[in-house]
Protein backbone atom coordinates (compact mmCIF):
# COMPACT_ATOMS: atom_id res chain seq x y z
CA UNK A 1 0.00 0.00 0.00
CA UNK A 2 2.60 2.33 0.94
CA UNK A 3 4.13 2.10 -2.84
CA UNK A 4 1.10 2.69 -4.41
CA UNK A 5 0.63 5.61 -1.78
CA UNK A 6 4.19 7.13 -3.35
CA UNK A 7 3.39 6.47 -6.83
CA UNK A 8 0.38 8.74 -6.22
CA UNK A 9 2.11 11.57 -4.35
CA UNK A 10 4.77 11.50 -7.01
CA UNK A 11 2.11 11.70 -9.79
CA UNK A 12 0.65 14.49 -7.47
CA UNK A 13 3.90 16.49 -7.28
CA UNK A 14 4.85 16.02 -10.70
CA UNK A 15 1.26 17.62 -11.71
CA UNK A 16 1.93 20.12 -9.78
CA UNK A 17 5.28 20.61 -11.68
CA UNK A 18 3.06 20.84 -14.84
CA UNK A 19 0.56 22.84 -13.03
CA UNK A 20 2.91 26.06 -12.53
CA UNK A 21 2.96 26.38 -15.94
CA UNK A 22 -0.63 25.08 -17.62
CA UNK A 23 -2.86 27.71 -16.04
CA UNK A 24 -5.78 24.76 -15.99
CA UNK A 25 -4.41 23.09 -12.81
CA UNK A 26 -3.61 24.13 -9.87
CA UNK A 27 -0.09 23.53 -9.61
CA UNK A 28 1.05 24.40 -5.73
CA UNK A 29 -1.98 22.81 -4.40
CA UNK A 30 -1.78 19.54 -6.36
CA UNK A 31 2.08 19.49 -5.14
CA UNK A 32 1.37 20.24 -0.99
CA UNK A 33 -1.58 17.45 -1.54
CA UNK A 34 1.29 15.26 -2.81
CA UNK A 35 3.32 15.51 0.67
CA UNK A 36 -0.12 14.98 2.92
CA UNK A 37 0.02 11.41 0.21
CA UNK A 38 3.17 10.62 1.06
CA UNK A 39 2.86 11.57 4.90
CA UNK A 40 -0.20 8.87 5.21
CA UNK A 41 2.90 6.50 4.69
CA UNK A 42 4.18 4.21 7.02
CA UNK A 43 7.47 5.17 5.92
CA UNK A 44 7.42 8.99 6.42
CA UNK A 45 5.74 10.97 8.57
CA UNK A 46 6.55 14.72 8.36
CA UNK A 47 5.43 16.75 11.13
CA UNK A 48 2.22 18.98 11.78
CA UNK A 49 4.43 21.70 11.74
CA UNK A 50 6.22 21.21 8.16
CA UNK A 51 2.43 20.31 6.99
CA UNK A 52 0.76 23.67 8.47
CA UNK A 53 3.81 25.45 7.13
CA UNK A 54 3.63 24.70 3.87
CA UNK A 55 -0.98 24.87 3.78
CA UNK A 56 0.17 28.78 4.92
CA UNK A 57 3.18 29.02 1.94
CA UNK A 58 0.47 27.07 -0.44
CA UNK A 59 -2.00 29.30 0.21
CA UNK A 60 -0.20 32.84 0.18
CA UNK A 61 1.28 31.62 -3.30
CA UNK A 62 -1.79 31.02 -4.34
CA UNK A 63 -3.31 34.51 -3.89
CA UNK A 64 0.11 35.94 -5.00
CA UNK A 65 -0.12 33.88 -8.08
CA UNK A 66 -3.70 36.09 -8.65
CA UNK A 67 -2.55 39.50 -7.03
CA UNK A 68 1.08 39.71 -9.26
CA UNK A 69 -0.21 39.22 -12.66
CA UNK A 70 -2.48 42.51 -11.59
CA UNK A 71 -0.43 44.51 -9.91
CA UNK A 72 2.35 44.43 -12.28
CA UNK A 73 -0.15 45.56 -15.30
CA UNK A 74 -1.77 48.16 -12.99
CA UNK A 75 2.07 49.73 -12.06
CA UNK A 76 2.26 49.88 -15.42
CA UNK A 77 -0.45 51.50 -16.37
CA UNK A 78 -2.65 48.72 -17.63
CA UNK A 79 -6.40 47.71 -16.67
CA UNK A 80 -8.14 44.68 -16.59
CA UNK A 81 -8.33 44.53 -20.47
CA UNK A 82 -4.63 44.22 -20.21
CA UNK A 83 -4.67 40.87 -17.24
CA UNK A 84 -7.44 39.09 -19.70
CA UNK A 85 -5.68 39.63 -22.69
CA UNK A 86 -2.14 38.40 -20.79
CA UNK A 87 -4.47 35.18 -19.85
CA UNK A 88 -5.97 34.65 -23.04
CA UNK A 89 -2.51 34.79 -25.12
CA UNK A 90 -1.11 32.24 -21.90
CA UNK A 91 -3.55 29.74 -23.21
CA UNK A 92 -3.27 30.33 -27.03
CA UNK A 93 0.47 30.65 -26.48
CA UNK A 94 0.34 27.01 -24.84
CA UNK A 95 -0.49 25.42 -28.02
CA UNK A 96 2.82 27.41 -30.18
CA UNK A 97 5.35 25.66 -27.52
CA UNK A 98 7.68 27.37 -25.11
CA UNK A 99 7.73 30.89 -27.70
CA UNK A 100 4.20 30.88 -27.38
CA UNK A 101 3.90 30.46 -23.42
CA UNK A 102 6.60 33.32 -22.98
CA UNK A 103 4.97 35.43 -25.47
CA UNK A 104 1.58 35.06 -25.54
CA UNK A 105 0.75 36.81 -22.70
CA UNK A 106 3.01 39.98 -23.75
CA UNK A 107 1.05 39.90 -27.55
CA UNK A 108 -2.40 39.36 -25.31
CA UNK A 109 -2.22 41.72 -22.72
CA UNK A 110 -1.51 44.28 -25.16
CA UNK A 111 -3.88 44.06 -28.11
CA UNK A 112 -6.86 43.52 -25.32
CA UNK A 113 -5.48 46.92 -23.76
CA UNK A 114 -5.58 48.37 -27.52
CA UNK A 115 -8.43 46.65 -28.71
CA UNK A 116 -10.62 47.38 -25.29
CA UNK A 117 -9.35 50.30 -24.27
CA UNK A 118 -7.82 52.45 -27.15
CA UNK A 119 -11.51 54.61 -27.73
CA UNK A 120 -11.98 54.83 -23.78
CA UNK A 121 -9.16 55.85 -22.18
CA UNK A 122 -7.10 57.56 -25.04
CA UNK A 123 -4.55 54.64 -24.69
CA UNK A 124 -1.26 54.72 -27.37
CA UNK A 125 0.47 52.04 -28.42
CA UNK A 126 3.44 52.86 -26.14
CA UNK A 127 1.20 52.74 -23.44
CA UNK A 128 -0.68 49.32 -24.02
CA UNK A 129 3.24 47.98 -24.54
CA UNK A 130 4.12 49.31 -21.21
CA UNK A 131 0.77 47.50 -19.71
CA UNK A 132 1.32 44.34 -21.91
CA UNK A 133 5.05 44.42 -20.30
CA UNK A 134 3.63 44.66 -16.99
CA UNK A 135 1.07 41.76 -17.15
CA UNK A 136 4.02 39.63 -18.64
CA UNK A 137 6.90 40.60 -15.52
CA UNK A 138 3.91 39.54 -12.89
CA UNK A 139 2.76 36.52 -15.31
CA UNK A 140 6.48 35.27 -15.35
CA UNK A 141 6.96 36.54 -11.57
CA UNK A 142 4.10 34.11 -10.10
CA UNK A 143 4.93 31.86 -12.61
CA UNK A 144 8.20 31.63 -10.78
CA UNK A 145 7.55 31.65 -7.42
CA UNK A 146 4.86 28.75 -7.94
CA UNK A 147 8.25 26.78 -9.58
CA UNK A 148 10.04 27.69 -6.69
CA UNK A 149 7.18 26.61 -4.14
CA UNK A 150 6.66 23.34 -5.62
CA UNK A 151 10.74 22.63 -6.77
CA UNK A 152 10.89 22.62 -2.75
CA UNK A 153 8.20 20.44 -2.07
CA UNK A 154 9.44 17.94 -4.47
CA UNK A 155 13.05 18.03 -2.97
CA UNK A 156 11.33 17.61 0.56
CA UNK A 157 9.49 14.35 -0.60
CA UNK A 158 12.19 13.12 -2.14
CA UNK A 159 14.56 13.97 0.88
CA UNK A 160 12.18 12.25 3.22
CA UNK A 161 11.88 9.16 0.68
CA UNK A 162 15.98 8.82 0.93
Known sequence: ??????????????????????????????????????????????????????????????????????????????????VWGSTVGLIIGLFYGAWGIVLGPFIGAVLFELIFNRKEEGKTFLQSLKAGLGAFVGLITGTVLKLTCVGLMIFSFVTALV
Not at 1 to 14: H, V
Not at 56 to 78: E, H, N, R, S
Open 1 to 82: MDIALIIIGAICLLAGLVGCILPILPGVPLAYVGLWILHATDKVQFSWKFLLIWGIVTTVVQILDFVIPVWGTKVMGGSKAG
